[in-house]
C-alpha cells in the first residue's frame, strides 16, 4: 500500500508559506531522527508579481523497498497576494501527475494530467482562499505577540482543495538548531482538512522565517530543519515508514472467523481522535479513547442503502471510466454478466489476474496508466477495480484501511494497511478486494475517497496510533448494533 504520509508532508508545509524571504531557504527532513529527504523555498518577485515554488524530495522504505517521491508546488501572485496562477508536480516511483491553474474573475481554468490523459475544467475559485504570497501576508499582519491568533484559507494546488489554517502565536524559547540555539517564537497551527485535522508547531525569527517544524506522523516525529543546501542535500539514512503503519493482533484469526462477524476494540493514541469509520459492513461506536468496531463478512448494514451521489459513477483524473481503453477493458472483465453483483464478482477476479506483477515499488497510479501497464499493489487493484465498475454503470468508491495477514515481511498477526474498492449493488454498498481475492471480517474500513490520492489518505491520521486491545468472534446468531 502506498505510504498514507506523503500527503500529510505536502500539507504539513502550508505554513512555510510564511516565512519572510531570503529568496531560497533550504531544509532536512527528519523522521523520527532519520534523515529522509530535503525540503527548498524559493521566492522572486519580478514585474509586480511574485512568484514562490517548494519543492520537496524524500525516499522511504516500504518492507525493504525504497521510494522516491519528488513533489514541487508553485503560486503566481501580484504583491499584494491575489492569486493569479498556481502548479504543481508529483513523481512517486516513475508514476507522474500535473496540475496547471490559472486563476481570473473568481474563476479557475485548471488542466490535469495523470496517466497521458488530461482533463480540462472550471471551477469556482474558492471565496477568500490564499496561496503563499496571501498566506505570508497575512502572518505579517497579525505579528508574533505571544497570544495572537488568527486564521487564513490556503489553497492546496496538489489537490485542488482549501486547508483552514488556525495559527496561534506563543512566547519566544531557545531552541536547538544545525548552526546553534536561537531565541525563536513558537508558532501552534491547526490545519483543517477535507480528509482530518493535523497539527503542527513551527520556530520563527522576528522575521517570520520559519528554522523549525514538527508535527506528530505514525505515532512519531516529522521534523524540518533550516540549514545549508550541503546539509539539506546531504545522503539520506532511510526509514522504513511503512512498518510503522502495522497494527498487532493479540491473536491469530482463523478462516472461519474471517468469514464470519468479528468484534474489535482499539485505543486510540496520541492526537488522534477519529476513529474507524462507519459502511453498510462496518459499524463503529465509542468516544474518548475507546472505540469498538463491529466488521461482518457480508453487507448487512444496520440503515442499508446509503445513496450513491453522481460523482460515484462519473469518471475522474484517476477514475478514467469513460476512457476508450478502460471501457473495452471493462466489457473484457464483465463477460456475460448482467446483474451488477455479478459484474462487480467478476472485474474483482479479472482484476486479480489482469494485474500479473505485484509490485510494492509502483507509485500511485491511474486506472488509465494500470490498463497499460498492469503492475502494482493494493492500491492499483482498487483503483482499477473501481475504474471498470463505474465503466460498466456501477457506482463506485475505494476504502482504505487495515487489513488481517497471517505474516507480512517478518511479522505475525498483522493488519496492514491497505485498499479496496466498493460498489454499489443490491441497494448497499459492497466491498470488493482484487489484491486478495474477496473481502471478510478482518478488513477494518478507516476511509472512503473517490480514487484521488488526496481523498485516499482520510484515515492517515489514526496509522501509528491504533491500539488494537481485543478481538472477539460475534455468534451468527447474537444482534450486532
Known amino acids: 500500500m502506498r505510504p498514507f504520509a506523503l500527503a500529510l508532508l505536502l500539507f504539513a508545509l502550508v505554513p512555510l508559506a510564511h516565512a519572510t524571504p531570503p529568496q531560497e531557504q533550504w531544509f532536512s527532513v527528519q523522521l523520527d531522527g532519520r534523515k529522509i529527504g530535503s525540503f527548498q523555498t524559493e521566492r522572486i518577485e519580478r514585474d509586480g508579481q511574485v512568484r514562490t515554488t517548494q519543492t520537496l524530495q524524500i525516499t522511504l522504505e516500504r518492507a525493504g523497498i525504497a521510494i522516491d517521491l519528488r513533489s514541487s508546488e508553485s503560486a503566481t501572485e501580484t504583491r499584494d497576494g491575489k492569486p493569479l496562477a498556481f502548479a504543481a508536480r508529483s513523481l512517486l516511483s516513475g508514476v507522474e501527475q500535473r496540475v496547471d491553474g490559472r486563476v481570473a474573475a473568481g474563476r479557475i481554468e485548471v488542466t490535469t494530467r495523470t496517466g497521458g490523459a488530461s482533463q480540462t475544467r472550471s471551477l469556482a475559485w474558492p471565496d477568500g482562499a490564499v496561496l503563499a504570497e496571501g498566506a505570508r501576508l497575512a502572518g505579517l499582519r497579525a505579528g508574533l505577540e505571544p497570544g495572537t491568533r488568527y486564521e487564513v484559507l490556503a489553497f492546496q494546488p496538489s489537490s485542488l482543495d482549501t486547508a483552514r489554517v488556525i495559527t496561534e502565536v506563543g512566547a519566544v524559547t531557545s531552541v536547538d538548531l544545525p548552526g546553534g540555539r536561537r531565541p525563536l517564537s513558537r508558532i501552534e497551527q491547526t490545519m483543517q482538512l477535507p480528509f482530518g485535522t493535523m497539527r503542527s508547531q513551527s520556530w520563527v525569527d522576528a522575521q517570520q522565517t520559519i528554522h523549525k517544524l514538527t508535527m506528530p506522523l505514525l505515532g512519531v516525529q516529522l521534523v524540518l530543519l533550516s540549514c545549508d543546501r550541503a546539509c539539506a542535500t546531504a545522503p539520506n539514512q532511510g526509514s522504513d515508514i511503512f512498518a510503522r503503519t502495522l497494527v498487532s493482533a493479540p491473536r491469530a484469526l482463523t478462516p472461519g472467523e474471517l468469514a464470519g462477524t468479528l468484534r474489535y476494540t482499539f485505543t486510540l493514541r496520541g492526537h488522534t481522535t477519529q476513529g474507524p469509520t462507519t459502511t453498510d459492513e462496518q459499524r463503529s461506536s465509542g468516544s474518548g479513547a475507546q472505540r469498538v468496531v463491529i466488521v461482518r463478512a457480508q453487507a448487512q448494514g444496520a440503515t442499508p442503502g446509503e445513496q450513491p451521489t453522481a460523482a460515484d459513477f462519473a469518471p475522474n483524473n484517476y477514475l478514467q471510466s469513460d476512457a476508450p481503453e478502460v471501457l473495452a477493458l471493462a466489457r473484457r472483465a464483465v463477460g456475460e454478466a448482467s446483474a451488477p453483483a ?38 492499483e487493484h482498487a483503483v482499477l477495480v473501481a475504474a471498470l465498475g463505474r465503466a460498466s454503470g456501477i457506482a463506485t468508491r475505494v476504502v482504505t484501511g487495515l487489513a488481517y495477514a497471517p505474516t507480512f515481511a517478518g511479522h505475525d498477526h498483522v493488519f496492514v494497511p491497505h485498499a479496496w474498492a466498493q460498489a454499489f449493488v443490491d441497494g448497499r454498498w459492497r466491498s470488493y478486494d482484487a489484491a486478495l481475492g474477496q473481502f471478510d471480517a478482518g478488513h477494518l474500513a478507516l476511509g472512503v475517497g473517490d480514487g484521488d490520492p488526496w481523498r485516499f489518505y482520510a484515515g492517515v491520521e489514526q496509522l501509528g496510533n491504533l491500539e488494537l486491545r481485543s478481538i472477539e468472534t460475534v455468534p451468527a446468531t447474537a444482534s450486532t448494533p
Open 342 to 379: 455479478q459484474q462487480m464478482h467478476n472485474i474483482e477476479q479479472f482484476v486479480r489476474g489482469y494485474i500479473k506483477d505485484k509490485s510494492l515499488g509502483v507509485g500511485y497510479a491511474s486506472a488509465l496508466e494500470i490498463v497499460r501497464k498492469p503492475e502494482g499493489d493494493c492500491t
